[in-house]
């Protein structure tokens, strides 16, 4: 007798082919949904009209309008498409043959991971955000007037195929929203890209949350926001052209990487827990007033300043006591870096250069260290109230009539500080020293032409060349060699006995003696207290403001007595 009950095996297998059927009726449901559309026209220039779509390039109208899982494509039909409420699509296509214009209006666009792609037309935003889960492409047309906010979980790409122009002009702000790096390019020929403010919300891990820039770079006639996702600039060395500030949120997720150029007007705000990685390029600050800085101590690279505003409202200066570090080069080309109303200590591995013009100025009452040459042209002021000002590079340059509170120069192997032909050098005190067999040379930049020192100074081990003290007193110079034409000073030197000549005027000689030659010991820096800083950005920025109109007046009248005194040179 034949058993009616089926056999586990014959279940198992009958289970396994259900699931299959089951699997397969599915993906063809899922497939048969994910359609694609083709916009023909029809009576009127609506999205939402089904009798305006067709499943054919140019086939009949009256399909069905596309919907979040559909493909948009805007191709044959050179006419105008309105949105009039809020439009979901999984990919929109305005094809290279389109010559029509879809307008945004008011209706909110919302595109899924396939993204946008524009290759001819217009597209016209309007004051309703856009977002698209995918990238972004442009490759010919027009996309003008989005307002409002355009996210992108993908990359963005704007460039020219085949010679065809792309312009493209956001005048709201461009956010960054994926959770992986993403793209950022802009092309140079035939592409034209005008973007205000741009968003970095990157959400993904390190190291793969970053906006990578290619192409020509980023300009933005507003302002740059990293709220969490690495800026990488350095990866393709990008310059950077900023309008409206940049902001580095307080996370540790807040990044920008720069090797190149970086040009900003506005607040430039480094947040505590953000990070700033600049390894090479310049940072130029250009705006026509007053600009609010704070780096948070974060090291830059080369800095200029190069303020357009009138004076007293043409200064760079501090959020907070962040020390200002430079790996590289200090360029003062106009306008005040004012490192006095926070008592931001400076150091600056490189040169420092203030510009020959009333214009150009720094302003410090905290300690300086510089690594390079200074430079402080005609007219130009480096005006120091209290501190120190310390020269701790190799073969240095010191040009230009130059007053500082403080200044010191120490060295332990042999080098040379040159002065700049007829320069004064002017200092409350000033502490020049060598070491025992390293002398510190200091020598005048042309033979034969004096430098001047109106200072009481502390010097030890120097050789001196071209030298004259105007001091009211003549400075001690222990264990020195007057070398050549120096006047004012008061020489000791050594011999190789344990006897040194000591008490002698330029030129002269004097009585010999047995003496112990005391260890060079340098002045104590003069250590001025940080401030504890805890207001808000508006409030900072309002006392500022009172602060410079009260040294606006105390500032001109400086100037035009420094002015009064070159005249009567």
Known sequence: MINSIPSQRSVFIWGISFLLLLIGV????????????????????????????????????????????????????????????????????????????????????????????????????????????????????????????????????????????????????????????????????????????????????????????????MTLSGALTVTSGNLDLATNSQALTVKGGITLADSALAALTTNSNVTASGTILVNNAATLTVTAGTWTLNDDGDQAVDFDGQSLYNLTINNTGTSPNNAVWFLSSDPLNIAGSLTVTRGQLDLDTYANEMTVTNNVSVAASALAEIWSHSAITIGGDL???????????????TMNGTSQTITGNITFSNF??????????????????????????????????????????????????????????????????????????????????????????????TTSSSGGGGGRRSVVVPAAVPLPAVVTPKPTVKKTLKELIAERKQVRMAKAAALKKLINERRLKRMKK
């Open 26 to 217: 599915f993906v063809f449901a899922a497939s048969a949904s994910a359609a694609t559309y083709y916009y023909v026209g029809g009576t009127n220039d609506h999205w939402e009209k089904a009798a305006n779509w067709s499943t054919l390039p140019r086939g009949a109208p009256g399909s069905a309008v596309p919907g979040v899982d559909d493909t948009a494509i805007l191709s044959y039909s050179g006419t105008t498409v309105r949105l009039r409420s809020t439009v979901s699509v999984r990919e929109l296509v305005l094809a290279s043959n389109w010559t029509g214009s879809l307008l945004q209006g008011t209706g909110v666009l919302k595109v899924g991971t396939l993204g946008i792609k524009v290759g001819s037309g217009r597209l016209v935003g309007g004051n309703a955000a856009i977002t698209s889960s995918g990238s972004y492409t442009q490759t010919g047309g027009i996309v003008t007037g989005i307002q409002n906010t355009f996210s992108l979980s993908g990359s963005l790409t704007i460039m020219s195929v085949n010679n065809s122009r792309s312009v493209f002009t956001s005048t709201g702000t461009l956010i960054f929203s994926g959770n992986a790096s993403q793209n950022y390019k802009i092309g140079q020929n035939q592409v034209s890209a005008s973007i205000k403010n741009l968003t970095v919300r990157n959400t993904g891990t390190s190291p793969a949350n970053k906006l990578i820039s290619t192409g020509s770079g």
């Open 408 to 501: 010191s120069k120490t060295v332990t192997s042999a080098q040379t500080l040159t002065i700049g032909a007829g320069n004064t050098l002017t200092a409350a005190t000033m502490t020049l020293q060598g070491t025992a067999g390293n002398l510190l040379a200091i020598i005048s930049s042309s033979v034969g032409t004096s430098w001047y020192v109106n200072a009481p100074v502390t010097a030890w081990y120097l050789h001196l060349r071209d030298s004259s003290s105007i001091y009211a007193t003549n400075p001690l110079c222990h264990e020195c060699v007057d070398r050549d034409r120096n006047t004012g000073w008061t020489f000791t030197s050594t011999t190789t006995t344990t006897s040194t000549t």
């Open 375 to 389: 430079t402080v042209g005609t007219n130009g002021l480096f005006t120091m109230t209290s501190n120190t000002v």
